[in-house]
C-alpha cells in the first residue's frame, strides 16, 4: 500500500491526536481538538491513497546539554501507525522523513523512549540508556541536624524561575539532560501554579541563594501502601543535599515509601542509602545522531582528552552520515572530517550511538557486532568518539 509521508498541518491534528489514543491507550477526550499547531513540535503524517492518515511521529525540538554546550535534538515521540497498516514500513518511512527534516532545520542528534526496540534499530537508533524510578524506605533516610547558613522553607509558582537556573546549572556539564529552554518550555506569562501533579516545592537556600529543591506529590492515605512521589530533587552542595533528604525523611509516619528518580551520581545520590533501593519502574532510552558533522563539533569534549581516529560509517536510514570519516579531538573540541580512502575499522549507526553517549566502549561495541575491525586493530581506539560522561536523561517525553 504506496503512502505519502508530509508533514502535519493544522486540519490533520484531530486524526492524529485520534491515532495517538487509540495506539497508547488514552480515554476518549470530551475537549474539542486542538488545531492550533504547539511550538517547538513538528509532526509528520503518512496518508494512504484515500488520504486517511495511517502513521504519525512527531519531531520534539529539543536542546540536550553536552559537557557545557547546548545540541540541537530532534527527539522523537508520539510515533504510532494503524493496525491494518502495520509491518508495511509505515514506521521506517515516517523515522526516515523526520531524520530529514531534522537535519534541514539543524538538528545534530536524537533520543526517543520505546515501546519496542527492534523498529527503531531498524532505523538506527540504539539503547543507550535508562531512566529509573526507584522506592526507598522512607525510615531508611538519614535525618540530621539543621545546617547553619542554610533556610528550608517551602516554595510557590514565583520559585519555579530559579529552580530552572538550579537545574540548568547542575545539568549543563553533564551530557544528554535536555536544556529545558525554547520550543515546548516556552510560556507566554509567568507561571501562576505549580506544574501539574506537583503538590509541594521544598527549597534549599544560602544567603537568599537556592542551592537545592524537591518537588513532589503527596498522594493518598496514610497506611502502609502510602507513597511519597518526588518528581525531581536536585542540589548544588552536599549540605543543602543532606538537608533535602532530611526533609523526605520527616515523612515517614505517613508515608512508608520515597520513589525518585536519581541521577547516577550526584550530590543527592551521595546521601542516599542505596543498598535498600527497589526499582520501581525502568523507561529505556534511545539516541542516535541525526547529523554526525554536527553532533561531533557542537557537543562539549574532555579538555584534557587528544587524538584521532579513523573509521567508516554505515548508515542507511541517514545515507549522508555514511563514508570514511577522521575524528580528530583537541582541546575541548572536535571535527569529524571526511577523508578520500577507506579505513579499515567499520562501524555501524547503532554503534555509533553507544560510542558516542558513553554506554559502551569499542570492546563491547565490536562483541554486539555493531564495529568490525581487522585481525590485531584495537576496538579500543573508538572510545575517543565516547570521550567524558556517560549520557542521562530526567525526562520522559
Given at each position: 500500500?504506496?503512502?505519502?509521508?508530509?508533514?502535519?498541518?493544522?486540519?490533520?491534528?484531530?486524526?492524529?491526536?485520534?491515532?495517538?489514543?487509540?495506539?497508547?491507550?488514552?480515554?476518549?477526550?470530551?475537549?474539542?481538538?486542538?488545531?492550533?499547531?504547539?511550538?517547538?513540535?513538528?509532526?509528520?503524517?503518512?496518508?494512504?491513497?484515500?488520504?486517511?492518515?495511517?502513521?504519525?511521529?512527531?519531531?520534539?525540538?529539543?536542546?540536550?546539554?553536552?559537557?557545557?554546550?547546548?545540541?540541537?535534538?530532534?527527539?522523537?515521540?508520539?510515533?504510532?501507525?494503524?493496525?491494518?497498516?502495520?509491518?508495511?514500513?509505515?514506521?521506517?518511512?515516517?523515522?526516515?522523513?523526520?531524520?530529514?527534516?531534522?537535519?534541514?532545520?539543524?538538528?545534530?542528534?536524537?533520543?526517543?523512549?520505546?515501546?519496542?526496540?527492534?523498529?527503531?534499530?531498524?532505523?538506527?537508533?540504539?539503547?543507550?540508556?535508562?531512566?529509573?524510578?526507584?522506592?526507598?524506605?522512607?525510615?531508611?533516610?538519614?535525618?540530621?541536624?539543621?545546617?547553619?547558613?542554610?533556610?528550608?522553607?517551602?516554595?510557590?509558582?514565583?520559585?519555579?524561575?530559579?529552580?530552572?537556573?538550579?537545574?540548568?546549572?547542575?545539568?549543563?556539564?553533564?551530557?544528554?539532560?535536555?536544556?529545558?529552554?525554547?520550543?515546548?518550555?516556552?510560556?507566554?506569562?509567568?507561571?501562576?501554579?505549580?506544574?501539574d501533579g506537583v503538590d509541594g516545592l521544598t527549597l534549599v537556600e544560602r544567603d537568599g541563594r537556592l542551592v537545592g529543591y524537591a518537588s513532589w506529590q503527596r498522594g493518598r492515605g496514610y497506611d502502609q501502601h502510602a507513597v511519597l512521589t518526588v518528581e525531581e530533587v536536585l542540589a548544588s552542595t552536599p549540605e543543602a543535599a543532606r538537608e533535602l533528604v532530611g526533609v523526605l525523611a520527616s515523612w515517614q509516619s505517613v508515608t512508608p515509601t520515597v520513589r525518585l528518580w536519581p541521577l547516577g551520581?550526584?550530590?543527592?545520590?551521595?546521601?542516599?542509602?542505596?543498598?535498600?533501593?527497589?526499582?520501581?519502574?525502568?523507561?529505556?532510552?534511545?539516541?542516535?545522531?541525526?547529523?554526525?558533522?554536527?553532533?561531533?563539533?557542537?557537543?562539549?569534549?574532555?579538555?584534557?582528552?587528544?587524538?584521532?581516529?579513523?573509521?567508516?560509517?554505515?548508515?542507511?536510514?541517514?545515507?549522508?552520515?555514511?563514508?570514511?570519516?577522521?575524528?580528530?579531538?583537541?582541546?575541548?573540541?572536535?571535527?569529524?572530517?571526511?577523508?578520500?580512502?577507506?579505513?579499515?575499522?567499520?562501524?555501524?549507526?547503532?554503534?555509533?550511538?553507544?560510542?558516542?553517549?558513553?554506554?559502551?566502549?569499542?570492546?563491547?561495541?565490536?562483541?554486539?557486532?555493531?564495529?568490525?575491525?581487522?585481525?590485531?586493530?584495537?576496538?579500543?581506539?573508538?572510545?575517543?568518539?565516547?570521550?567524558?560522561?556517560?549520557?542521562?536523561?530526567?525526562?520522559?517525553?
Open positions: 500500500m504506496p503512502t505519502l509521508i508530509r508533514q502535519l498541518e493544522a486540519d490533520d491534528l484531530a486524526a492524529a491526536g485520534e491515532l495517538g489514543r487509540l495506539a497508547f491507550g488514552s480515554a476518549p477526550s470530551t475537549a474539542a481538538p486542538s488545531t492550533d499547531p504547539r511550538p517547538g513540535i513538528t509532526g509528520y503524517g503518512a496518508f494512504d491513497p484515500d488520504g486517511r492518515l495511517v502513521g504519525k511521529a512527531v519531531d520534539l525540538h529539543h536542546e540536550q546539554w553536552w559537557a557545557g554546550r547546548r545540541v540541537s535534538a530532534a527527539d522523537v515521540g508520539g510515533v504510532a501507525v494503524l493496525p491494518e497498516a502495520r509491518g508495511r514500513g509505515v514506521a521506517l518511512a515516517l523515522l526516515r522523513e523526520l531524520l530529514r527534516g531534522a537535519r534541514e532545520r539543524g538538528a545534530a542528534i536524537s533520543a526517543l523512549y520505546p515501546t519496542v526496540t527492534g523498529p527503531y534499530r531498524r532505523a538506527g537508533w540504539e539503547v543507550t540508556g535508562a531512566l529509573r524510578a526507584v522506592d526507598l524506605p522512607t525510615v531508611a533516610l538519614p535525618r540530621h541536624r539543621p545546617v547553619p547558613g542554610l533556610t528550608v522553607r517551602p516554595g510557590g509558582p514565583a520559585d519555579l524561575g530559579a529552580t530552572a537556573d538550579l537545574y540548568e546549572q547542575i545539568a549543563r556539564h553533564r551530557c544528554g539532560l535536555l536544556t529545558r529552554r525554547g520550543g515546548v518550555f516556552d510560556r507566554d506569562q509567568p507561571p501562576t501554579a505549580l506544574p551520581t550526584d550530590a543527592v545520590a551521595a546521601h542516599l542509602p542505596l543498598e535498600q533501593v527497589r526499582q520501581h519502574e525502568q523507561r529505556i532510552w534511545m539516541h542516535r545522531p541525526v547529523d554526525v558533522v554536527r553532533a561531533v563539533r557542537s557537543r562539549g569534549w574532555p579538555a584534557h582528552v587528544r587524538g584521532l581516529v579513523d573509521f567508516a560509517l554505515t548508515d542507511e536510514i541517514a545515507p549522508w552520515n555514511s563514508g570514511s570519516w577522521r575524528l580528530e579531538v583537541d582541546g575541548g573540541a572536535a571535527e569529524l572530517h571526511r577523508i578520500p580512502e577507506e579505513p579499515p575499522t567499520q562501524l555501524s549507526v547503532r554503534g555509533f550511538a553507544l560510542l558516542y553517549t558513553g554506554a559502551a566502549d569499542g570492546y563491547a561495541v565490536a562483541e554486539a557486532g555493531l564495529l568490525h575491525c581487522p585481525a590485531g586493530t584495537d576496538p579500543g581506539a573508538l572510545d575517543l568518539l565516547g570521550a567524558g560522561r556517560r549520557a542521562e536523561l530526567l525526562d520522559y517525553f
